[in-house]
């Protein structure tokens, strides 16, 4: 009986002592958070470089009410310092001309390639940056310090600036082999995007790590350089036009005005028979109709409905590389007047959802 008391007490003292010690571990791995309990601002808050040199850091301080808001924060000031700086040196850039450009035109295809690289930035994505510490103050504030190691993220900006520049001049390569072709434009414009989009890795690098990026080396140069390789390899192409029913000109003329102002020159062809002795690739083909309809309206407009068919044929193969098609109807007090209305609807169309389609269609790789 008396053992079975020792035994008792036994267990009971060794309960007691794996709850202390359990509780103990508990409070040791409170402890290790650094400023959980600490009353007084870390060096940081007030001076971030104090704790995080500048030569070997970036770093910005954000604080708000809780700690997600606090650590957005402090990744936006982050992002501000490396744009701000960004944008004053493009400002600078700006009357910098590293090439010839006398022979240079303009081109709606280059400029909409450039434009959506340019708003699809990336520099809200910048590799590297990370929240390092967090702090809260005695009145609920809570602090937070973002970095970015200016080493590792330079040599990571370093290396895929090097990868883009040899997809760059592989594409460069590839259109010298065949010119005059939609296919070398398609590899000129995708050169131009990885070009534009690589002077913001170029930017973020001047930014991070001003040594490393003294050591940048490009062989296609600069975007303005891939640019122009890509607007005289367009300018050597003639799309001839084939409007079917275009008794005005007005369709031919919508056409032919979007093609010229993406740089390409344009040809009308009257006959497609004939189209051999044109010695053209390429043929815009399409089919047009305007014809009045019945509408059984109780109203006394008068309606009329357009179809419009069209084709983009590569003469080698003798078949459709893009094909688009468009239709409605419109109503006025006559039938002429109606007519003119679609006319007008059409031009619309082409100047606006056939050339998004076309240059989509130079997009895709």
């Known amino acids: 009986m008396r053992k079975i008391k020792v035994l008792k007490s036994i267990m009971f003292f060794l309960g007691v002592f794996l709850l202390a010690s359990c509780a103990s571990n508990k409070a040791s791995k409170v402890s290790n958070n650094k400023y959980t309990n600490s009353k007084e601002a870390p060096i940081w808050v ?41 944008d004053s040196e493009a400002t600078l850039k700006q009357t ?8 240079d035109t303009e081109s709606t295809l280059v400029q909409e390639y450039t434009t959506n690289v340019k708003t699809s ?40 600036i090097k990868q883009y520049n040899d997809v760059i001049m592989s594409e460069i390569a590839n259109a010298k082999k065949q010119t005059a072709s939609l296919l070398t434009v398609k590899a000129l414009l995708h050169a131009v995007s990885l070009a534009t989009e690589n002077s913001t890795f170029i930017d973020i690098l001047s930014v991070v790590n001003p040594m490393q990026y003294k050591l940048v080396q490009l062989d296609y140069e600069s975007v303005q350089a891939v640019e122009l390789l890509a607007k005289q390899e367009i300018q050597k192409i003639t799309i001839g036009i084939s ?47 305007i014809e009045p309809i019945d509408m059984n309206a109780s109203n006394d407009y008068k309606y009329v409905r357009y179809v419009i068919n069209t084709n983009l044929i590569d003469s080698s193969s003798d078949k459709s590389i893009m094909s688009y098609s468009m239709n409605g109807r419109e109503a006025k007090m006559s039938v002429s007047e ?23 269609m130079l997009k895709n790789n």
């Open 46 to 86: 007030s001076n971030v470089n104090a704790t995080y040199p500048d030569f070997q850091w970036l770093a910005a301080v954000g604080y708000e009410t809780n700690r997600a808001a606090a650590e957005k924060n402090a990744l936006a000031e982050l992002s501000k310092i490396i744009k701000q700086h960004i």
């Open 96 to 103: 910098d001309t590293r090439i010839d450009t006398k022979n």
């Open 121 to 160: 930035s990336v520099i809200d994505e910048i590799n590297g940056m990370a929240i390092q510490e967090v702090w809260t103050d005695s009145d609920g504030s809570v602090y937070a310090v973002a970095t970015i190691n200016r080493t590792v993220t330079g040599l990571y900006y370093s290396d895929k």
């Open 243 to 289: 409007v079917e029913g275009d008794v005005s000109g007005r369709i031919t003329q919508a056409f032919s005005k979007e093609l010229s102002d993406a740089g390409f020159n344009t040809k009308v062809i009257t006959d497609l028979s004939k189209k051999e002795s044109n010695n053209l690739q390429y043929y815009l083909k399409a089919i047009t109709s």
């Open 338 to 360: 109606a007519q003119q209305k679609a006319l007008r609807s059409i031009e619309q169309d082409i100047a606006s959802k056939y050339s998004k389609e076309f240059f989509g």
